[in-house]
């Protein structure tokens, strides 16, 4: 017997095969399952929001809920390790939303908003937000049938974030610079960041806003609202 032990996680069941990248496949399975999202929601805006814990994803949606609610139909599956805070918090404001416990898991996978959506109701909704775990790592790997990402990054996160954490922006196509009434208390460059998420990622909108005190909020719902008409406009095409 050799006494070498193999760890763990590289012990395979007998008759498996070895795959040269676990994860790719699996992220196969995770896409497959996101165009199911994306050939059910044909004439709903899909956003996933992302960011890290705490950048004010949830105060956004809030704004936008108060500010667009009389426009549009807007619908929210927010996902947390733990707790139904979120969800609470978008109802108080009169948002139909449903919160996704993830269990611990970091991330949302396609296959929980699938679920998700048999359990929220979706008739006349022009705008489904996704507001994912907070992480900038892990939620970037993983489709999940949007349309459009948007990451925020807070003031007070430090600009260095966009190269340190590329593939969020990368894969997104606005960042918010959120907290922006803090800009004049901390070392933060909107100008410096904006440069290297455009050297990451040259097609990626930015908008500083500030959901506290009113200021970018008006810019992002028209970037939202002319994002929803587009996607009334293509459904209507294709029916
Ligand atoms: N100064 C400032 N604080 C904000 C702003 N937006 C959110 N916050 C605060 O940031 C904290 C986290 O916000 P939350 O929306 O829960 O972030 P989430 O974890 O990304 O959903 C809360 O204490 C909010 O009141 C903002 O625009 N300016
Ligand atoms: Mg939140």
């Known amino acids: 017997m050799s006494n070498t032990i193999s760890p763990?996680?590289?012990q395979m069941p007998v008759g498996s095969v070895q795959c040269e990248n676990t994860s790719?496949?699996?992220l196969k399975a995770n896409d497959f399952v996101a165009k199911a999202i994306r050939d059910r929601l044909t004439d709903i805006c899909v956003i996933n929001i992302c960011s890290s814990p705490g950048s004010g994803k949830t105060t956004l949606m809030q704004e936008t809920g108060k500010r667009l609610g009389q426009d549009l139909n807007i619908a929210v599956l927010v996902g947390d390790p733990e707790t139904e805070r979120d969800a609470i918090r978008m109802r108080e404001v009169g948002i139909n939303a449903l919160q996704i416990v993830t269990g611990g898991m970091c991330h949302i996978e396609a296959q929980m908003i699938l679920q998700a959506l048999d359990h929220i109701n979706l008739e006349n909704v022009d705008l489904l937000f996704?507001?994912?775990?907070?992480n900038l790592v892990c939620p970037a790997a993983f489709d999940l049938g949007e349309d459009y990402r948007v990451t925020l990054l807070a003031a007070t996160e430090g600009d260095d974030k966009p190269k340190k954490y590329p593939r969020m922006f990368l894969t997104s196509e606005l960042m918010v610079v959120s907290k922006a009434d803090l800009l004049p208390y901390v070392p933060f460059s909107v100008d410096a960041v904006t440069k290297d998420?455009?050297?990451?990622?040259?097609n990626l909108d930015v908008i500083s806003i500030s959901s506290l005190k009113g200021d970018g909020v008006d810019e992002w719902c028209n970037w939202l609202k002319e994002r929803v008409a587009a996607k009334k406009a293509a459904a209507s095409v294709s029916e």
Do not use: D, M, Q, Y
């Open 8 to 10: 763990k996680s590289n």
């Open 24 to 26: 790719l496949n699996l």
């Open 130 to 134: 996704i507001e994912n775990v907070g």
């Open 197 to 202: 998420a455009r050297e990451v990622n040259p």
